[in-house]
C-alpha cells in the first residue's frame, strides 16, 4: 500500500522551508569549494557555516520589495552571518542556485513517485496472477471478438507499469544535473571544480554545458514522463468504466459503507474514482505541453519558463503521487463480478469461435474464401436469430462435410485460448 502520509511528504519538497533549505545548502557547499581552491579563508568559512540561516517570512518581506526572490534570501542570510558574507554566492548567478535546486527537488519528488509506481506493479502483478485463468470475452471496437482472460488484462497494464518505471527512471537520471557556471555558462568568475564539488555533494551529475541555465528539454523529459504514466493510468481507468456498465458489469470500483453515488438516485454506484484519475490524466498533459514550450528560450536564458515552473513542477509531483495511491487503492480493492464474466462469454452463443471454425475448414482443405463465406453467412444467422452457433454449424450441408463431433469438441473450448498463457506470464515477468 502507498503511504498515505506520502502526500503530505511530496508537498513539504516544494515549500518555501526545502527550497530556502536546498538553496543554502548550495551556497555553504559552494563556499567549501572555494575555500579549498584559496578564495575563502577557513575562519570565514567556519562562520559562514555556524551562523548561516534563514527566516522564511523575512525573505518574503525583503522579496516584496527588491522583487527578486535570490537576492531576498541572500540578503536574509547575510544578516544571520554579517561581515563574512561578502564570500556567499561569490562568481555564481540566481540560476546556478535556482536550478540545481529545483534539480535536487525533482529528484526528490521523483523518488516517492518511483516507489509508488514500484507499489502499483506488484499490485497489478498479484491481481494478474490471481485471476490468470479467468476466461472473459476480449473486444475488439468494443464488440465481442474471442476470448482472453482477466489476468491477461492485469498482466498487459502490469508490462506498461514496467515500461513506465524505466521511463521514470531515466527521467530521473536526465533531471539529477546541475550546473554552478556563472551569468552565461562560461565559469568566467567561478571555477569548474566549484560546480563539481557542489553537484557531487547533493548526488547530482554536472552538466556537460549550460548557458544561465540548464536546458529544458531535461525538464520537458521528466514532465513528458509524467504525463505518459497518467495517460497509461487514464487507459487503465476508463477500462474499468467500461466494464462497469450495468449492462455489462464484470469489474467495479469498490463502494465502502456510508457511500453515496447520486443525490437523485439512490440505487447508483459510480465509477467515481476511475472517472477523476481520467479527468486528472488532461491536466498532465497540459503540464507536458507547457513544459516542451519552455524549451525555447532567448538567448543564453530569459524567465519565461520560471513561472510556469513554480506551477507545473509541484502540481504535476503532488498529483502524481496523489493518482498512484488512489489508483493501486482502486485495483487492490476492485469487486470482480465473476458469474457476470462468464454470462457476458456466452453471450452471443458461440460466435467467439468463428476464427477457429474457419481455421478448422482450412485445415480440412476447404478453400479459405469459400470457409469464409460459409462460417460468416452462418454466424450473421447467429447473430440475427440468436441461435447456437454450434447448432447450427452442425446444421450447415457443407460444413458437416469436413467436421464431426470431435472437431466440435476441440473449437468450443475455451481452455484452448490458454495454451500459451504461461508463455506470455513469463515473458512479462510475472
Same mark, same amino acid.
Given at each position: ?37 584559496? +578564495? &575563502? ?5 567556519? #562562520?559562514? @557555516?555556524? %551562523?548561516?540561516?534563514? $527566516?522564511?517570512?523575512? *525573505? ?56 509508488? +509506481? &514500484? ?5 497489478? #502483478?498479484? @491481481?494478474? %496472477?490471481?485471476?490468470? $485463468?479467468?476466461?472473459? *470475452? ?293
Amino acid at each position: 500500500m502507498i503511504e498515505r502520509y506520502s502526500r503530505k511528504e511530496i508537498s513539504h519538497i516544494w515549500s518555501d522551508e526545502n527550497r530556502y533549505k536546498i538553496w543554502l545548502e548550495i551556497e555553504i557547499l559552494a563556499c567549501e569549494a572555494n575555500n579549498k581552491l584559496g +578564495l &575563502i579563508p577557513n575562519s570565514s568559512l567556519k #562562520k559562514i @557555516k555556524s %551562523k548561516a540561516n534563514f $527566516n522564511v517570512k523575512k *525573505i518574503l518581506q525583503i522579496e516584496d520589495k527588491v522583487h527578486h526572490d535570490v537576492i531576498a534570501f541572500l540578503t536574509n542570510v547575510a544578516e544571520y552571518v554579517g561581515a563574512d558574507s561578502r564570500f556567499i554566492h561569490l562568481g555564481m548567478t540566481s540560476s546556478d542556485v535556482v536550478d540545481t535546486a529545483i534539480s535536487v527537488q525533482l529528484k526528490q519528488a521523483g523518488n516517492i513517485l518511483l516507489r509508488d +509506481l &514500484i507499489t502499483v506493479h506488484k499490485t497489478l #502483478k498479484n @491481481k494478474a %496472477k490471481k485471476y490468470k $485463468n479467468l476466461s472473459m *470475452i476480449g473486444r475488439t471496437h468494443g464488440v465481442h471478438a474471442e476470448p482472453i482472460t482477466l489476468g491477461l488484462k492485469f498482466a498487459l497494464w502490469y508490462d506498461e507499469t514496467t515500461r513506465n518505471i524505466e521511463r521514470l527512471k531515466r527521467a530521473l537520471k536526465v533531471i539529477s544535473v546541475g550546473q554552478i557556471s556563472g551569468a552565461v555558462g562560461t565559469y568566467e568568475h567561478i571555477s569548474p571544480k566549484v560546480e563539481k564539488y557542489v553537484c557531487s555533494k547533493l548526488g547530482l551529475e554536472t552538466t556537460k554545458i549550460a548557458t544561465q541555465i540548464l536546458q529544458r528539454d531535461r525538464h520537458a523529459e521528466f514532465m513528458t514522463t509524467l504525463a505518459i504514466i497518467a495517460s497509461c493510468i487514464e487507459k487503465y481507468t476508463t477500462e474499468i468504466r467500461h466494464l462497469q456498465k450495468t449492462e455489462v458489469l464484470e469489474l467495479e470500483e469498490s463502494f465502502v459503507k456510508g457511500q453515496k453515488g447520486s443525490s437523485a438516485m439512490p440505487h447508483k454506484k459510480n465509477p467515481i474514482t476511475c472517472e477523476r484519475l481520467s479527468g486528472l490524466a488532461r491536466v498532465f498533459r497540459g503540464n507536458a505541453l507547457a513544459s516542451l514550450e519552455n524549451i525555447p528560450l532567448w538567448h543564453e536564458r530569459d524567465i519565461s519558463h520560471s513561472s510556469v515552473e513554480r506551477i507545473i513542477f509541484p502540481d504535476s509531483t503532488i498529483l502524481m503521487d496523489y493518482i498512484l495511491y488512489k489508483f493501486n487503492s482502486l485495483i487492490e480493492n476492485i469487486v470482480v463480478y465473476k458469474e457476470n464474466i462468464k454470462k457476458n462469454l456466452e453471450l452471443t452463443n458461440g460466435l467467439m469461435f468463428s476464427q477457429t471454425v474457419l481455421l478448422k475448414l482450412i485445415e480440412k482443405k476447404m478453400r479459405r474464401e469459400d470457409a469464409y463465406k460459409i462460417v460468416q453467412n452462418v454466424a450473421m444467422k447467429c447473430w440475427k436469430e440468436k441461435i447456437s452457433f454450434e447448432k447450427l454449424l452442425k446444421a450447415d450441408s457443407e460444413i458437416s462435410k469436413y467436421l464431426n463431433e470431435k472437431d466440435y469438441k476441440e473449437i468450443f473450448n475455451y481452455e484452448k485460448s490458454k495454451k500459451h498463457i504461461d508463455f506470455i506470464f513469463k515473458r512479462a515477468g510475472i
